[in-house]
């Protein structure tokens, strides 16, 4: 089960961006990969296509594994490892280091 959701906040573990935080605005579970905000921009040069569009350079987020990040808790604001805890039938994230559900 994947333990990141969209709109969590994550840490970069390594890559170019290393160190960085974001917000998740995409997480696609069968490639096992996510989009953060701010992270692993990539720069896209599109060519005017009707008379008098103008040609521009677009920077996006690209895809990065969802191993090289880690949610950060919401109540100790550290990167933590999750663990997830059942009661009354329902399934929650846990933070390993503070116990909180988030």
């Given amino acids: ?24 605005i995409e997480v696609l579970p069968k490639k096992n ?29 690209d895809c990065i594994d969802i191993s090289k990040v880690m949610p950060v808790c919401t109540s100790c604001k550290k990167p933590v490892r999750v663990s997830f805890t059942i009661s009354a039938n329902k399934k929650t994230r846990t933070c390993v280091r503070c116990k909180e559900n988030f």
């Fill in 33 to 61: 990969q996510i989009k953060v905000s701010g992270i692993a921009i990539v720069v896209k040069h599109a060519k005017a296509r009707k008379q008098g569009q103008p040609s521009e350079i677009i920077k996006k987020e």
């Fill in 1 to 24: 089960m994947i333990n990141i959701r969209k709109n969590d906040t994550v840490f970069v573990l390594n890559g170019k961006d290393k160190g960085k935080t974001g917000s998740v």
